[in-house]
């Protein structure tokens, strides 16, 4: 087993994935390079969000190995995965998961205080993220009070409070409307751009993509591949195109 080359904080190699002897994924390899923001896209059923969970130590690969770093997520026992995922990752659902008994800013400061850090300094921390992503205002609800896209906003700003080395969001978007997609999108990346936090991005929408640095494309389980385009002007990272499969 030799670990990844130094500029990848993540890497994938030949992942083979069945959902009860469905495949999901079919050899999938890719690399993921410190800081930088990739887009993982394709069709629905395309394997994007198995992707995600096998690279974030949530599912383990039938078949092949995942590396974060210099070590070895595919060979980790259940609680060595938990306190990397409590440590150094962060992930978003599409559908936002909160919970229900405490406040938003609670729920945004929970990663904080997992990791042991004061309420004081957790709860200024949570307010600055809701801020920022437009539901400060919201920090006493309960979910239960929160509009859906609200809830995800919360979820955001939960995921990037601690500064995760690794970010996991799976069509983060998803339950907010058209106009407030670009902003929250463009929050999200922005501060990961400004915290060095590397961001796995799966998305269907080519919009979404756009945004990333790098997108690679799945189809049925397997890469396609993928064309670099060079920045077009008045936008924010590069496009990429698939090819063929
Ligand atoms: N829990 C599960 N049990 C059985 N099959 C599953 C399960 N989760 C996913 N699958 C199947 O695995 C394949 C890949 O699904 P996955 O959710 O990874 O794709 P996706 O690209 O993220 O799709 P979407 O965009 O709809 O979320 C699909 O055929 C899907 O139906």
Redesign the pocket.
């Known amino acids: 087993m030799v670990a990844p080359p130094d500029n990848d904080v993540l890497r994938a190699r030949a992942l083979h994935?069945k959902?009860?002897g469905?495949?999901?994924?079919s050899g999938v390899s890719l690399g993921v390079r410190e800081g930088e923001i990739l887009a993982v896209g394709?069709?629905?059923?395309?394997?994007?969000?198995?992707?995600?969970?096998c690279l974030s130590g949530q599912l383990l690969p039938q078949q092949g190995e995942v590396w974060f770093n210099s070590v070895p997520v595919h060979t980790m026992g259940p609680l060595g995965r938990e306190r990397l995922r409590r440590d150094r990752f962060g992930w978003i659902d599409?559908v936002p998961v909160l919970v229900p008994e405490l406040n938003a800013w609670e729920n945004a400061a929970l990663p904080l205080m997992l990791r042991g850090t004061g309420r004081r300094h957790a709860k200024a921390a949570a307010l600055e993220w809701l801020e920022r992503l437009d539901v400060g205002e919201c920090a006493r609800k309960r979910p239960h009070a929160l509009l859906q896209s609200e809830r995800q906003r919360v979820a955001i700003a939960r995921a990037l409070v601690s500064c995760p080395t690794v970010l996991f969001a799976?069509?983060p978007t998803a339950p907010l409307h058209r106009a407030d997609r670009t902003h929250v999108l463009r929050t999200l990346t922005t501060a990961a751009r400004s915290h060095g936090i590397t961001v796995v991005l799966?998305t269907?929408d080519a919009e979404t993509a756009a945004l990333a640095d790098r997108a690679v494309t799945?189809l049925?389980?397997r890469r396609v591949t993928t064309v670099h385009l060079p920045p077009a002007t008045g936008t924010e990272g590069r496009a990429a195109c698939s090819l063929s499969a």
């Not at 394709?42 to 969970?53: A, D, Q, V």
């Open positions: 994935f959902h009860n469905s495949p999901a994924l394709g069709p629905r059923g395309s394997g994007k969000t198995t992707l995600l969970r599409p799976d069509e799966a269907h799945l049925d389980g």
